[in-house]
């Protein structure tokens, strides 16, 4: 559904900009991703589908690894593993088993395929679980739409846990 006529590319940076502004500024928790997330919907209802660049995604990806791995200090990482060994494995396990679960669930309920039921609940960041769901042929919308709502939820439920 359009509700503005006309089809602007230019219309979609600035809003991202905008919103994901308005949204840091109240200190809405992840404001910059919420406000982005926030005017890609707003864009897509109002505006219509933005044509997908395959050059971006991949790329966006490797800026979220590279800065992920640029924070990573090992010392940090070997004494978590040392104090914590057996509740990250525990937890590892756990939540993966819970997330393929879930997945087959969602499979045997629903008219999905396996492949996108099972990407659509297993953990991990949304943008890696996407490129990954996307390099083995699951319906990436579905899987967006399931890591979206899970990761809006979070973050509204955050300040009261």
Do not use: C
């Not at 040392?82 to 879930?102: E, P, Y």
């Amino acid at each position: 559904m359009k509700i503005i006529s006309f089809n602007s590319q230019y219309v979609f940076w600035p809003l991202v900009l905008i919103l994901s502004y308005i949204f840091n500024h109240f200190n809405v928790p992840a404001g910059w991703l919420l406000g982005a997330l926030a005017a890609g919907i707003f864009y897509r209802l109002t505006i219509g589908p933005r044509k997908k660049n395959k050059h971006l995604f991949p790329i966006a990806l490797g800026l979220i690894g590279l800065s992920l791995g640029n924070m990573l200090e090992i010392d940090v990482l070997w004494g978590a593993v040392h104090t914590f060994g057996f509740a990250i494995l525990f937890g590892v396990i756990a939540t993966l088993g819970s997330g393929l679960l879930l997945g087959y669930i969602l499979y045997k309920r629903t008219n999905l395929d396996l492949k996108t039921a099972i990407f659509s609940f297993i953990p991990g960041g949304a943008s890696e679980v996407l490129g990954l769901a996307d390099t083995n042929g699951a319906d990436i919308r579905i899987v967006a739409a399931f890591h979206s709502a899970r990761m809006i939820l979070l973050l509204l439920l955050f300040p009261f846990l």
